[in-house]
Nanobody, 123 residues
Framework: QVQLVESGGGLVQAGGSLRLSCAAS????????MGWFRQAPGKEREFVAA????????HYADSVKGRFTISRDNAKNTVNLQMNSLKPEDTAVYYC????????????????WGQGTQVTVSS
């Protein structure tokens, strides 16, 4: 059972930046795609970004494309989300998730989740 622990959330003004990190336990980190999701108050959880097992392919929600960058370090078992030009509508709890295969297969293809980290963007 993989354990995922997110960090890096906080309060930032609109236009600012934050970098989220997710540390994964276990020896099979590099065997799976990884992703970030978010859930705003009163809304359903939504896909943000995903990265393939070796970092060769990335996918983004239209709402964050050009502002967010996902990356991974398989030697350190970490996946990161660099968030720039933040907007108040980016306010949410952000979750790290492990995919079920090497490559991103869609938002439904994630089976292990972290506890989340709060990101709040003030206007």
């Amino acid at each position: 059972q993989v354990q995922l622990v997110e960090s890096g959330g906080g309060l930032v003004q609109a236009g600012g930046s934050l970098r989220l990190s997710c540390a994964a336990s276990g020896r099979t980190f590099s065997n799976y795609a990884m992703g970030w999701f978010r859930q705003a108050p009163g809304k359903e959880r939504e896909f943000v970004a995903a990265i393939s097992w070796n970092g060769g392919r990335t996918h983004y929600a239209d709402s964050v494309k050009g502002r967010f960058t996902i990356s991974r370090d398989n030697a350190k078992n970490t996946v990161n989300l660099q968030m720039n030009s933040l907007k108040p509508e980016d306010t949410a709890v952000y979750y790290c998730a492990r995919g079920s295969s090497l490559y991103y297969t869609g938002p439904q293809g994630f089976g292990s989740w972290g506890q989340g980290t709060q990101v709040t963007v003030s206007s």
